[in-house]
Each structure stands twice: as structure tokens, then as C-alpha cells.
């Protein structure tokens, strides 16, 4: 299946350098590539190493789209605008972070997620500087990443085990992805990225999954799919007051979950 994988990025060169070259070395190439450059204070696209690797991707197959926006107002607008500029019809969509290195499998190991019946499918982010930490999956089945609601429909729980790396391969069922997910491009006709959240779109991928599980879509996580998080501390969405934001949004969140939740019932 033919895969639009879809990147926005601002002021972090480097780093998508390295996520290109990572999707070059995949072991899965059906798939085409769409990047925003959202406001970056010098453009992606006047740069040679950046041409470069656009060219031996164009040459080794793929489609590309090269986007820029001159004003940035978001991951969540940048991540929409992404969807509105992809007109391929391919039957999914990959998106994905820019400081991220994927492993060579990575793809791979999200189709079979796909191929077990879910819907989206991710994997784990464990950040690059940080101690390499294995866990063993029983500690987080039968369902990883989980979300829990208290009988008022307030989150008494938010699960994050996808910072880590896991001992097996297990694909396990998710109330939420994190960061760099796989999914029927079907579900960006019924779902978008909020539009209500401050320009760090902290819990973006949160209501997207929620969103999701309450139309009746599955998201699955393959431990063993690795995208090693570099975790950049500058550039894409960060802010001077990059924690207070973080705050509002989290906010934001729960709240929206909370009237949902009256809504529509328990969707985990």
C-alpha cells in the first residue's frame, strides 16, 4: 500500500536532514512525501544539502511536495494544511516529527500493526540522549498508553509508556499515540487537528486518538518499532513560555475529554 508521509518542520535543517536520510534507508519504500516548512527563518528549500536529498528521494521513486508557509500559527494548522495539500488518494498516511531517527523497519513494523486490524499504528520514541531502558511489555498489557476516566468523566489517568524501549515485539492495543503514527488516510476526512490549542498544540495527538476511538477506530502500538526522539531544544514549536502553554493546553484537554465523555460515553 502506497503511503503519504506527511512532515512539518520549522527551523530544524539538521534535524530533517536526518529523518530523510533515515526514510531513505527504509526497508518499506512504497510512499510519497509532503513537507511543510512552516515559517523557518531561512527557507528549506534555498538550501543545497536539503536539494540534495530531495533529489535522490525524487530519483529513487518518490513524489515530493515541498510547502512553505510564511507565517506559522501552529503544529495543529500546519498538520491540517499538510492533509488539505495531499491530493494522492494513497490509502494511508504516516505522520511524522522532524527530530526524529527512524529505524530501518520502522514502516515495516507499523504495517503489521495495520495488517493485525487497527486502524493507526505507532511505536515507541524513546529520546536519544537519554539511558537506554528496556521494559519488559507485561508491565504495560493489556493495553498500553492507557487512558482512564472516573465515573464523573474526569481523566484520573494518563498513560505515556511509549518513551521507552520494550525486551519483545508485542502488538498491544492504545487509547493514544504518540508523535509519529501510521493511519488510514479514510480518518482525515472525518477528523482534523484541533484548532482551538495554543501554537505548541501540546495533547494534539491526544485528541486526534480520542477523536478516533469514539468514530470506532482502533490504534495499535509495535514495541519494537523505534523512532529515537532527538528531542530538539530549539526550533518546531518552541516557545519562550513553552511550559505555561503546555499548561493551557493540557487545560484545554481534560476539559474537552470531560464534555465528551457526558457526550458520548466512555471511548476506551
Not at 238 to 250: F, K
Request: hydrophobic fraction near 35%.
Amino acid at each position: 500500500m502506497r503511503i503519504s508521509i506527511h512532515i512539518t518542520s520549522r527551523d530544524r535543517l539538521t534535524e530533517i536532514l536526518l529523518l530523510l536520510q533515515s526514510l531513505r534507508t527504509q526497508t518499506y519504500q512504497e510512499f510519497d512525501i509532503f513537507i511543510l516548512d512552516d515559517a523557518s527563518g531561512t527557507p528549506y528549500q534555498i538550501d543545497h544539502k536539503f536539494n540534495c536529498l530531495i533529489v535522490l528521494l525524487k530519483q529513487e521513486g518518490h513524489y515530493i511536495k515541498v510547502i512553505r508557509n510564511n507565517q506559522s500559527n501552529g503544529v495543529c494548522y500546519a498538520r491540517n494544511l499538510l492533509i488539505t495539500n495531499d491530493t494522492l488518494n494513497n490509502p494511508l498516511t504516516f505522520r511524522c516529527d522532524d527530530d526524529v531517527i527512524l529505524e530501518r523497519d520502522y514502516i515495516e513494523k507499523l504495517l503489521k500493526v495495520i495488517d493485525n486490524g487497527y486502524d493507526i499504528a505507532t511505536g515507541v520514541v524513546p529520546t536519544i540522549l537519554a539511558p537506554v531502558f528496556e521494559r519488559e511489555t507485561k508491565f504495560v498489557m493489556p493495553v498500553i498508553s492507557r487512558i482512564g476516566f472516573n465515573k464523573d468523566g474526569e481523566m484520573d489517568y494518563i498513560g505515556d509508556d511509549l518513551g521507552f524501549q520494550y525486551l519483545e515485539e508485542v502488538i498491544l492495543p492504545s487509547h493514544h499515540f504518540r508523535t509519529n503514527a501510521l493511519y488510514k488516510s479514510e480518518i482525515n476526512k472525518k477528523i482534523s487537528y484541533e484548532k482551538g490549542l495554543s501554537p505548541v498544540g501540546f495533547r494534539e495527538e491526544s485528541f486526534f486518538s480520542l477523536r478516533s476511538l469514539w468514530q470506532g477506530y482502533k490504534i495499535g502500538v509495535n514495541t519494537s518499532a523505534i523512532a529515537y526522539h532527538i528531542k530538539s531544544p530549539s526550533g518546531g514549536c518552541r516557545n519562550p513560555n513553552y511550559q505555561e502553554l503546555i499548561q493551557l493546553d493540557d487545560m484545554q484537554f481534560r476539559l474537552w475529554a470531560k464534555n465528551q465523555f457526558k457526550k458520548r460515553g466512555n471511548p476506551t
